[in-house]
């Protein structure tokens, strides 16, 4: 790559990758405001902030949601045999068993570009602050259906919200490599 300008916002987003294994206590209430604030200073359209979260720090909400999707997974013929294998190990969890969870949301009548634009500056602040994340997409399309909709209502998302993604939240027990990207995806004119 050519020589890039380092800082710290430079280093938050070049040393963020996705955690999925974290230290088994929760972070700090003045570590979660400031995610908070981050998330809430993102911009919107027409500054409508079009999204809701559900802040879940509730481990046993968190594993009725993983437990119930994890059981839908082994009862779907589908699921190939490697994820069967690791959803029935025992210790498998779908929010990878960080303390904190939030469900990023946004409007049904709108889209979902200001969510997930939250989303990113939830990740980068936690990367900041020493903390690690893992978004959590594959879900989300299960708690869409209206099997699980006592699994969202346990989320106390609004009525007019849907789900976008979760992010887990804790303190990262791996650090693992940066994946391949591909810089060829754009054109300069
Ligand atoms: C919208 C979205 C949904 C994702 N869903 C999942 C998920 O359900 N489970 C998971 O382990 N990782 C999930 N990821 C993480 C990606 O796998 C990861 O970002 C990608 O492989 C690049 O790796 P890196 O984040 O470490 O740079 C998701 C990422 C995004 C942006």
Known sequence: MEKIIMNDVVKAILER????????RQITEEELNTILTCAFNSPSGGNGQQWFLSVVQDKAVLDTISKAFG????SNPDTPERIRKSVSSGDWKVYFGAPTVIWVCYPKNNNETNAALLG??????????????????????????????ELVDLLKV?????????????????SPDAKPRDFSKMVRI
């Open 158 to 174: 609004p009525e007019d919200f849907e789900l976008l993604f979760g992010i887990a939240i804790g303190y990262p027990l791996e």
């Open 120 to 149: 990113e500056n939830i990740v980068i602040a936690a990367q900041s602050l020493g903390l690690g994340t893992c978004y959590l997409g594959g879900v989300i399309n299960y708690l869409r259906k209206p099997e699980a909709k």
């Open 71 to 74: 059981e839908m997974m082994l």
């Open 17 to 24: 990758r996705s955690i999925r294994k974290y230290e088994d």
